[in-house]
T-cell receptor, first 116, second 109 residues
Framework: NAGVTQTPKFQVLKTGQSMTLQCAQDMNHNSMYWYRQDPGMGLRLIYYSASEGTTDKGEVPNGYNVSRLNKREFSLRLESAAPSQTSVYFC???????????????FGPGTRLTVL | QKEVEQNSGPLSVPEGAIASLNCTYSDRGSQSFFWYRQYSGKSPELIMFIYSNGDKEDGRFTAQLNKASQYVSLLIRDSQPSDSATYLCAVKSGNQFYFGTGTSLTVIP
């Protein structure tokens, strides 16, 4: 049981390049999330997928797109990277504990992205 | 904008003391409340999860929730140097989780 896995672990891009961050979970969770974490800013939600087939914008979606490929996989794409997207990106998954109450989020190990 | 506020610290306590971490949130409709611990360079890991008013204890950790005051706290008893980390408060509101910026805790041997 690997939990939440992310690839790659590290990436350096030049301004204008594109890339896709991959995330997969093996806990049969319905909901998946992409966050970015910057010093002094905490975790900020980029996009989330409440269930397979749905995606919604979070707090900071500009410059990103997502795809919920199936129940296990949720990818994040940067179409034209900018230095402001230098950050640590975390994928997470969670599920309903009971009506309206969500269980904990399980986080992947993160991707450290630098855009030059 | 739904906000989660924490004191950024740093908070320093001697080994064996009680560390008290506080968090306030703006959305009265929030339903689930979480405390995560994050070591430097690592991903967040869950410490406590609470959704009913009152106290919830798990080993050396106690989470306290007061929905009327929109306040969540975490007490760490008998603090250990291994507790030195950043503690993130998170609030579930609607379909989204909202995080505070975290409180840095240092436990001094």
């Amino acid at each position: 049981n690997a939990g939440v896995t992310q690839t790659p672990k590290f990436q350096v891009l030049k301004t204008g390049q594109s890339m896709t961050l991959q995330c997969a979970q093996d806990m049969n969770h319905n909901s998946m999330y992409w966050y970015r974490q910057d010093p002094g800013m905490g975790l900020r939600l980029i996009y989330y997928s409440a269930s397979e087939g749905t995606t919604d914008k979070g707090e900071v979606p500009n410059g990103y797109n997502v795809s919920r490929l199936n129940k296990r996989e949720f990818s994040l794409r940067l179409e034209s990277a900018a230095p402001s997207q230098t950050s640590v990106y975390f994928c997470a998954s969670s599920d309903l504990l009971m009506r309206g109450i969500y269980n904990e989020q399980f986080f992947g190990p993160g991707t450290r992205l630098t855009v030059l | 904008q739904k906000e989660v506020e924490q004191n950024s610290g740093p908070l320093s306590v001697p080994e064996g003391a009680i560390a008290s971490l506080n968090c306030t949130y703006s959305d009265r409709g929030s339903q689930s409340f979480f405390w995560y611990r994050q070591y430097s360079g690592k991903s967040p890991e869950l410490i406590m999860f609470i959704y009913s008013n009152g106290d919830k204890e798990d080993g050396r950790f106690t989470a306290q929730l007061n929905k009327a005051s929109q306040y969540v706290s975490l007490l760490i008893r008998d603090s250990q140097p291994s507790d030195s980390a950043t503690y993130l408060c998170a609030v579930k509101s609607g379909n989204q989780f909202y995080f505070g910026t975290g409180t840095s805790l240092t436990v001094i041997p």
